[in-house]
């Protein structure tokens, strides 16, 4: 099981990033898939998490990125996107997808357990 997460960089604030996700070894449509961050000095925040149903897909987003960034799947491409518009300073920090134990809807909160991540790319965001 890999995870690479690529597309971060600097942006200004107000911009937008698109992160992508790549998975082998394992097919993310038969998994919820979850980006965290983490920011220096700052433990894990949960930021969005993607469950598949036989509905389709269910999306989950903490308070703070609501609004402003979007989960989606691209099953063809084995691949997790996270787009993020009107990005703020307070965005800042290292973005890591991950594979999540269980639905998403399953949690109470954005707090995911984790089983499988990968090296995370770096978002920052100043002027």
């Known amino acids: 099981v890999q995870l690479q997460a690529f597309g971060g960089g600097l942006v200004q604030p107000g911009g937008s990033l698109r992160l992508s996700c790549a998975a082998s070894?394992?097919?993310?449509?038969?998994?919820?898939i979850a980006w965290f961050r983490q920011a220096a000095g700052k433990g894990r925040e949960g930021v969005a998490c993607?469950?598949?149903?036989?509905?389709?897909?269910?999306?989950y987003y903490s308070d703070f990125v609501k609004g402003r960034f979007s989960i989606s799947t691209d099953s063809a491409k084995n691949t997790v996107f996270l787009q993020m518009n009107n990005l703020k300073p307070e965005d800042t920090a290292r973005y890591y997808c991950?594979?999540?134990?269980?639905?998403?809807?399953?949690?109470?909160?954005?707090?995911?357990?984790?089983?499988?991540w990968g090296q995370g790319t770096q978002v920052t965001v100043s002027s």
């Open positions: 070894g394992f097919t993310l449509a038969h998994e919820s």
């Open positions: 993607i469950s598949n149903r036989w509905q389709g897909d269910f999306t």
């Open positions: 991950a594979t999540v134990r269980g639905d998403c809807g399953s949690y109470s909160s954005t707090v995911y357990h984790y089983d499988y």
